[in-house]
T-cell receptor
Framework: KQEVTQIPAALSVPEGENLVLNCSFT??????LQWFRQDPGKGLTSLLL?????REQTSGRLNASLDKSSGRSTLYIAASQPGDSATYLC????????????FGEGTQLTVNP | NAGVTQTPKFRILKIGQSMTLQCTQD?????MYWYRQDPGMGLKLIYY???????DKGEVPNGYNVSRSTTEDFPLRLELAAPSQTSVYFC??????????????FGEGSRLTVL
């Protein structure tokens, strides 16, 4: 059974700092990996999607990498801003699970002005 | 663009009552999903559908039912509400093919309390 772990569970940083969020998964036979942002009381917003054949994806100040063989992905946020404060979740879609995704429990990020 | 729309946003039920959470998407996506999210926890898959007329169980299907009569709609029914079903429910959709395939789009959630 696929298990997804996100470390740390919570992170507090000063504005302007570069930071890395980690996601690990136990079964490397994945179809893709997706990073989401969730604001309090809101739904999930897709940030980046990495297909299994890709190593990284970039969008603005965000960069996500994928290392299938080691079962790890990182989300790098450059020059963090208070507006980046949210919970960040990663989810993996397995090759053999039909269309199901397995989610991590998220990292709650606070960026202090 | 509306994307994925869920109704109601909030609901309080008494134990034993029944209700349906509505979900509709206007992106012509094949795949639709229902997740529940409990405080401090990740999302757990309840049911999913790969197309009209096809549904399948996820991790936590007990106490729920779904149907998929059209591509757009994927309602989730709670038959006999229990306090353990107090949660935030999210509907999501994705397309089977295209670029990028598999990207998941979420509704804003339905917060359900069972007393």
């Amino acid at each position: 059974k696929q298990e997804v772990t996100q470390i740390p569970a919570a992170l507090s940083v000063p504005e302007g700092e570069n930071l890395v969020l980690n996601c690990s998964f136990t079964d490397s036979a994945i179809y893709n990996l997706q990073w989401f942002r969730q604001d309090p009381g809101k739904g999930l917003t897709s940030l980046l999607l990495i297909q299994s054949s890709q190593r990284e994806q970039t969008s603005g100040r965000l960069n996500a990498s994928l290392d299938k063989s080691s079962g790890r992905s990182t989300l790098y946020i450059a020059a963090s801003q208070p507006g980046d404060s949210a919970t960040y979740l990663c989810a993996v879609k397995e090759e053999t699970s039909g269309s199901r995704l397995t989610f991590g429990e998220g990292t709650q990020l606070t960026v202090n002005p | 663009n509306a994307g994925v729309t869920q109704t109601p946003k909030f609901r309080i039920l008494k134990i034993g009552q029944s209700m349906t959470l509505q979900c509709t998407q206007d992106m012509n996506h094949n795949y639709m999903y229902w997740y529940r999210q409990d405080p401090g926890m990740g999302l757990k898959l309840i049911y999913y559908s790969v197309g009209a007329g096809i549904t399948d169980k996820g991790e936590v299907p007990n106490g729920y039912n779904v149907s998929r009569s059209t591509t757009e709609d994927f309602p989730l029914r709670l038959e006999l509400a229990a306090p353990s079903q107090t949660s935030v429910y999210f509907c999501a959709s994705s397309r089977r093919q295209g670029n990028p395939s598999g990207e998941l789009f979420f509704g804003e959630g339905s917060r359900l309390t069972v007393l």
